[in-house]
């Protein structure tokens, strides 16, 4: 079975610092890979998608940067915290090309203050 | 309902009711997608629906994907209690790999 686990469960950061934030996928071959943001009772803003490793897609541009280093392993990163980076970040994976069902990670929840 | 301009929606129902989420979408969609997300945790899918089906059934939920007036429903019938979370409804954009999400309806099911 596949598990998808996501690094740190939460975090309190001050403006300006940097941020890395980690997802792996275990059980799982070349998944799809995905981030998503979302402000507290908001909706799942989609970040960027990786089909393959060290490809990664921009979906909407939040000075966030993310990077596929290995298969499994999907990270999300800036060097400047700013107070809107505040919310609950999640990875997801999917299987396939055709639309496909994604399954989405436990979390991140970041405070930034 | 999702997606179009309004507010996010929130129902408070008694356990055992049923109840019936809209999704509305300004463009063509072929799938569309149910998620549910419990307070805390990430969403997790309840149905994928695509436009050869219309409707489809996962125990007592049903969804509906009308192509011709744009819009998605997903119906719970006999709600729970543990029913209470949020319901979002996600469609793909043109490109598969960018999935869109309504704004989410927050349902509060008292026991």
């Known amino acids: 079975a596949q598990t998808i686990h996501q690094w740190p469960v939460a975090e309190i950061k001050a403006v300006g610092s940097p941020l890395s934030l980690g997802c792996t996928i275990k059980g799982k071959s070349s998944p799809n890979l995905y981030w998503y943001w979302q402000a507290t009772g908001g909706t799942l803003q989609q970040l960027f998608y990786?089909?393959?490793?060290?490809?990664v897609e921009s979906v909407v541009q939040l000075n966030l940067s993310a990077s596929r280093p290995k298969d499994d392993q999907f990270i999300l990163s800036t060097e400047k915290l700013l107070l809107s980076h505040s919310g609950f970040y999640l990875c997801a994976w999917s299987e396939g090309i055709n639309q496909d069902t994604q399954y989405f990670g436990p979390g991140t929840r970041l405070l930034v203050l | 309902s999702q997606w179009g301009e309004e507010n996010l929606q929130a129902l408070s129902i008694q356990e055992g009711e049923d109840v019936t989420m809209n999704c509305s979408y300004k463009?063509?969609?072929?799938?569309v997608q149910w998620y549910r997300q419990k307070s805390g945790k990430g969403p997790a899918q309840l149905i994928l629906?695509?436009?050869?089906?219309r409707e489809k059934r996962s125990g007592r939920l049903r969804a509906t994907l009308d192509t011709s007036s744009q819009s998605s429903s997903l119906s719970i019938t006999g709600t729970l209690a543990t029913d209470t979370a949020v319901y979002f409804c996600?469609?793909?954009?043109?490109?598969?790999?960018?999935?869109?999400f309504g704004k989410g309806t927050h349902l509060h099911v008292l026991p």
């Open positions: 996600g469609r793909h954009d043109t490109n598969a790999y960018k999935v869109i």
């Open positions: 629906i695509r436009s050869n089906e």
């Open positions: 463009t063509y969609t072929t799938v």
């Open positions: 990786s089909i393959t490793v060290g490809q």
